[in-house]
């Protein structure tokens, strides 16, 4: 299964015919504004152009003939295509942005659409920097596509073929000559661009290279510091800072000589021009008036050329940042079941059997330097079987690493089993629908996560159909409404990862919001830093009635919930190896009365403060 | 700007070519429309070629002279401000490696990267196209006034009339661009940070069936983003526009208003198209003064941004003069230290007036819960961080008073969460070292007892780490840090806690390979397992940031008391293990 993005990609092609089907796919919806946009630029071409031409005849049919009226006539057309050009070109440029928006506003909907769909494996191995990057940065190099104009690379050709025939159908002679230099001129830009590409990429790659070096040197100065390596780390640095200064220096050069350049041959082109046009003025073969106006057009013809290269530039960084969005759109998501089933109530009965799990795929290539190759996967979880009734509260104990947590997270149906098979009220989880599945089963991890937005939407995590009393009487039951009043009430703000929050409330947010969501299994994972005495009476008298009524089944970190839970599962190195309740397993004298003196019995006072360390 | 300044007069040399070369192109350019109405005059009056060759020639040889001195001005002066850019980015760089943690703790990296990509981008425009064209606005409008004037007032007056609105208007909405351009960048921003939390987050939503909920979420984000930027492009629409209508109205006006001067016999039309191309070479520099207000406002709100970045004291460094002492022994002593994290608040201090006596060449070992201060402690060593009060003592001097690299030589600090570069394995074992260390690197890999996982790389110590250490197992990104310190040789070696993710048969390896390496220098552990710790000639049990029992091994046990309790629980955890 492919699961992962890759970072770093070649520059590549301009144009991808394959690509730019697909990015069409985003723009149809839009084409009729992408239409009209595209059908202005031949109209604001037309009034750009034509003025010239309203030059030569006011200079040959009106000046020459003292004919002043007519000459405000042709100022009023004259006015008329200045409007025309503005009024067109500022609509196609403002439509082509609209439709750029709107279509990469769709592509980047879709794009997060379809990552909130991948499979936790793909998080767990693909870093978050590089997934937001390619909803972002890489929507927006597309984005620049649009803008700087570098789809108008095929609308620049008509525009220099709309030049030519102007000045073929003033005068053709005229025409030539003002071209002569055509052939020297493309062979120069032709040159620069080949320069010029190469010096783009460095001076993208090298940017690319100071940028990642100050990510690393800012996030990881302290190992610098302690290496004492400050010295060393400021020459890397500067090599890479004066690379990059030294590619910029190149492009200046190149970039400066073009811009000479083509101003240079554009002024000798006149020079032809009017050499030939006086030729053909002494024996009438054209008027004064046209050679005023191939001035103008020779001028405006080298425009275009010259902006050749920036935009070929910008259609290759499009098109490799187009791939690498596709590339995302392209992997797969979480296994649905053909036909999912979801069940009306949920009594909440769950049944492990025979479950086998590895966090590494069988027959996936084994991670660098890994002991174990494929063929022996290991298993974080072997042959765990175990059924839980309805309505009863299990608790969970094992040291670390014992395969607690991923019990929760596949009965959650978070990963998929390897072997064997999890039931929940006698179904597979893999045939549930997996939303009705989880909405049936609620999950309090340790470390509770809290997204920046109000309390309210915290708790309701979006749904709309938990109304504002269910979330305050959820609140009130589990002892949180005091701290969300003194907060500020159920609107205030919670800071991004809860930060303006204590361990504490954040554990009573959590469970208000389990309670919110009314599930018929409630899960949890103790938290295990502590807290004050006050905050953690709240706490075991909130975890009681969240348990209520319920299947529960907790990863328990308190002598209170272990002493209160029906049965205790007790996993060692991933086997299920003792169940029981608390007093039948003391008396055993296993593991669990191991585990017990060593994590509740010495439960005591944890230390009044919690750690400031970074 | 007094900074900026400097920077300037450093390349004052090159400015002034790239200026003199400026003055000379644009002189240059001036002349071409001048003698465009010469040939027009002569071709008008079907003068004879020779006539109008004299005047072509001079035509192409300016063009040709034009393009070499425009090109020299163009580069000289845009190189200039990439070499700003460059020394800028240096200095800023080598101010960052003088902060101190508590720097980094309080600031986020984005922030800082913005100043030194963004700000530094932005002063360098500044420096390079809005020098340029600062110049070239003011001579080209002063070559072509002049000329224009002298052949008619009136008819220069109203060509020119729509300029200064159109520098107003392009100033204005320049700025409003800028303005607009900075709201869709901070879009972009609350629209990063949203998929960044969602994915964060990713196992809460899809616990909770949230993903429709965040889809809708970011999608209303997505649209105001979207009309964040279609409120830039109604803007960012407007200003090639209005650039055509500039040099277009000035034809108009030289077309109706000039044609009836030719009428009158005043003008020529030779002085006609002189006008409109004077008009047009105008246009750019017209706008392009309106452009750079705005990139001046820019650029010194850049360079305000990064001087106050420059202006942050090192709050750890080496006290002037300080001379390194010729020989260490090893002896680390704490007298009374106090210490709070800054900006921390002011509760309970981490550490509490801790005194501890650690001889040459001992090894000691610091046990306690989890926020007991051990960490923050060994960080002190190096001067990761300063005491609040008190005093650390290397062989009895105070190390504020030591050179701050010496010292860090001679304290190897593996912390608790190594952090790995992005390079190869060889190069992060190396970090302290000149060059590849001679052998160092695979004796200290070896000691590291990294040898075999090594093997398992596709290049062995020529791997590549993946971002941030990504493909290494936290115990072999531990292991590449403690060979990192090893591979140094320090006097003293600080393990905070540095084992924590190995596993306790590897970590066993590990320590008797190094008994002798122990031996020869003062040792420092921070550790967990208790097996570890037994061993040490001293153990120092911190609670709450004050040490509550100093002993050996035997003493301690003996007494009862905290580390005897660790210890039980510790025996319990080694006999669950073997079950």
């Avoid at chain 1, 979801?342 to 049944?351: F, Q």
């Avoid at chain 2, 020779?50 to 192409?60: E, Q, T």
């Avoid at chain 2, 006006?253 to 016999?265: D, H, S």
Wanted: one cysteine or more.
């Amino acid at each position: 299964m492919a699961t992962d993005i890759h970072g770093e990609a070649e520059v590549g092609k301009a144009y991808d015919a394959r690509l730019i089907r697909r990015l069409w796919t985003y723009v149809r919806p839009y084409q009729r504004v992408f239409w009209l946009a595209l059908l202005l630029s031949p109209v604001n071409q037309f009034f750009d152009l034509v003025r010239p031409y309203l030059v030569k005849i006011g200079i040959d049919r009106y000046i020459a003939h003292g004919d002043r009226s007519g000459l405000v006539r042709l100022g009023c057309l004259y006015v008329g295509a200045i409007v025309g050009d503005f009024l067109s070109a500022y609509g196609q440029q403002y439509l082509t942005m609209v439709v750029a928006q709107r279509s990469l506003a769709d592509l980047r909907v879709a794009a997060f659409a379809r990552v909130q769909r991948f499979p936790m494996r793909f998080f767990d191995r693909n870093p978050v920097g590089r997934v937001v990057s390619r909803l972002t940065t890489d929507v927006d190099v597309l984005q620049e596509m649009f803008a700087a104009g570098a789809m108008t690379i095929l609308l620049d050709v008509l525009k220099l073929a709309g030049i030519v025939a102007f000045m073929l159908s003033l005068n053709w002679r005229l025409a030539l000559t003002s071209l002569a230099l055509l052939p020297l001129m493309i062979l120069g830009i032709d040159y620069f661009r080949r320069m010029a590409r190469k010096t783009y990429r460095m001076i993208r790659e090298r940017i690319g290279r100071i940028n990642g070096y100050l990510q690393e040197a800012i996030s990881g100065m302290s190992a610098i510091a302690l290496a004492g390596r400050e010295a060393r780390a400021f020459v890397e640095f500067d090599r890479l800072n004066s690379d990059h200064r030294d590619a910029n220096h190149l492009s200046n050069k190149l970039e400066a000589a073009l811009f000479s350049f083509v101003e240079a041959v554009s002024t000798v082109s006149i020079a032809f021009m009017l050499w030939e046009g006086g030729r053909l003025h002494r024996t009438d073969l054209v008027e004064l008036g046209t050679v005023v106006a191939f001035i103008q057009y020779i001028q405006q013809f080298f425009v275009p050329i010259r902006d050749f290269s920036a935009k070929y530039a910008v259609m290759q960084s499009s098109m490799t940042a187009a791939e690498r969005i596709f590339g995302l759109l392209d992997l797969e998501t979480e296994p649905t079941p053909a036909r999912a089933r979801v069940p009306a109530r949920v009594r909440g009965e769950i049944e492990f059997e025979h479950v086998w799990y590895s966090y590494k795929e069988a027959g996936a290539r084994p991670a660098a330097g890994a002991a174990l190759g494929a063929a022996a996967p290991p298993w974080v979880l072997r042959d765990v079987s175990f059924r839980i009734a309805a309505g009863e509260h299990v608790a969970i104990v094992g040291a670390t690493g014992a395969g607690k947590t991923t019990v929760i997270k596949l009965l959650d149906r978070l990963y998929d089993v390897q072997r064997g098979r999890i039931l929940v009220d006698g179904i597979d989880v893999r045939e549930w629908d997996p939303a009705a599945l989880r909405r049936r089963i609620a999950v309090v991890l340790q470390d509770v996560f809290l997204f920046s937005g109000p309390v309210e939407a915290n708790i309701t995590l979006g749904r709309t159909d938990i109304p504002r009393a269910a979330v305050e009487a959820a609140a009130v039951h589990v002892n949180a409404d005091g701290f969300i009043r003194r907060l500020g009430g159920y609107e205030a703000p919670v800071r991004e990862r809860g930060s303006n929050l204590s361990g504490g409330q954040r554990q009573l947010l959590a469970f208000a919001r389990a309670l919110a969501h009314d599930p018929a299994v409630l899960v949890l994972d103790e938290a295990t830093s502590s807290v004050d005495p006050e905050t953690e009476w709240l706490i075991q008298d909130a975890l009681v009635k969240l348990l209520e009524g319920r299947t529960a089944l907790v990863i328990a970190h308190r002598l209170s919930t272990i002493e209160n839970a029906d049965r205790i599962l007790v996993l060692h190195k991933g086997e299920l190896r003792e169940q029981g309740t608390h007093r039948e397993l003391l008396e055993r004298g296993g593991i669990y009365a191991r585990l017990y003196r060593m994590q509740y019995a010495a439960e005591r006072p944890a230390p009044a403060r919690a750690a400031a360390q970074p | 700007m007094a900074r900026l300044w400097r920077y300037v007069m450093r390349y004052r040399l090159r400015y002034l070519g790239g200026v003199a070369c400026l003055l000379g192109a644009t002189s240059l350019q001036m002349a071409v429309p001048w003698l465009l109405k010469q040939c027009i005059d002569a071709v008008a009056r079907d003068a004879a070629p020779r006539a109008l060759l004299g005047y072509l020639g001079l035509i192409v040889v300016i063009a040709l002279a034009q393009g070499v001195v425009r090109t020299f001005s163009r580069f000289i002066i845009f190189n200039a401000g990439r070499d700003i850019e460059y020394d800028l980015r240096n200095d800023l760089f080598r101010h960052l490696e003088t902060l101190p943690l508590a720097f980094y703790q309080q600031r986020h990296t984005g922030d800082l990267m913005s100043r030194l990509v963004n700000d530094v981008t932005a002063v360098r425009m500044l420096l390079g196209p809005g020098l340029l064209n600062f110049i070239n606005t003011p001579v080209a409008y002063l070559y072509g006034l002049a000329i224009m004037l002298s052949f008619d007032v009136r008819l220069t007056l109203a060509a020119l009339a729509v300029y200064p609105v159109a520098f107003l208007v392009v100033k204005r909405t320049s700025r409003l661009l800028m303005e607009r351009a900075l709201r869709v960048q901070e879009g972009l921003g609350e629209l990063s940070s949203r998929v960044q939390e969602n994915l964060s987050g990713i196992h809460v939503v899809k616990s909770y069936a949230g993903e429709e909920h965040e889809i809708q979420t970011f999608a209303r984000l997505n649209q105001r983003f979207q009309e964040l930027n279609l409120r830039l492009a109604r803007v960012r629409g407007f200003v090639f526009p209005v650039m055509g209508i500039v040099s277009s109205t000035g034809s108009l006006v030289v077309l109706v208003y000039g044609g009836q001067e030719v009428m009158a016999g005043r003008l020529s039309v030779g002085d006609l198209a002189m006008f409109i191309a004077y008009l047009y070479q105008l246009a750019w520099p017209t706008m392009a003064l309106g452009w750079m207000l705005s990139i001046l406002q820019r650029g010194r709100a850049a360079m305000q941004r990064l001087n106050e970045l420059l202006a942050v004291e090192p709050a750890i460094a080496s006290p002037p003069g300080a001379t390194a002492p010729e020989r260490v022994a090893g002896e680390v002593a704490l007298r009374g230290v106090s210490f709070r994290y800054p900006g921390g608040g002011d509760g309970a201090p981490v550490l509490d007036d801790v005194d501890l006596n650690v001889p040459a060449g001992r090894t000691i070992a610091i046990v306690g819960r989890t926020g007991s201060g051990k960490s923050s402690l060994v960080q002190l060593l190096p001067r990761l961080f300063d005491v609040g009060a008190g005093a650390v003592l290397l062989d009895g001097r105070d190390i504020r008073t030591l050179p701050l690299d010496w010292l860090r030589r001679q304290v190897g600090l593996v912390p608790q969460d190594p952090f790995l570069f992005s390079r190869t394995i060889r190069e992060n074992v190396a970090l302290a070292l000149d060059g590849d260390g001679d052998g160092r690197v695979e004796w200290a890999v070896g000691m590291a007892a990294l040898a075999r996982d090594l093997e398992g790389f596709p290049r062995g110590l020529d791997t590549v780490v993946g971002e941030r250490g990504v493909t290494l197992s936290g115990g072999q990104k531990q292991r590449v840090a403690l060979a990192r310190a090893l591979a140094a040789a320090p006097r003293v070696l600080v393990l905070d806690d540095a084992l924590a993710s190995v596993d306790a048969e590897t970590e066993r390896t590990i320590l008797d390979q190094l008994r002798g390496f122990f031996r020869e220098r003062t040792t420092i552990l921070v550790a967990h397992r208790l097996t570890t710790v037994k061993e040490a000639d001293l153990i120092c049990v911190l609670d709450e940031g004050r040490i509550v029992e100093l002993g050996d091994h035997e003493s301690l046990l003996a007494r009862g008391g905290v580390y005897a309790d660790l210890f039980r629980q510790q025996a319990l955890e080694v006999e669950l293990e073997a079950i």
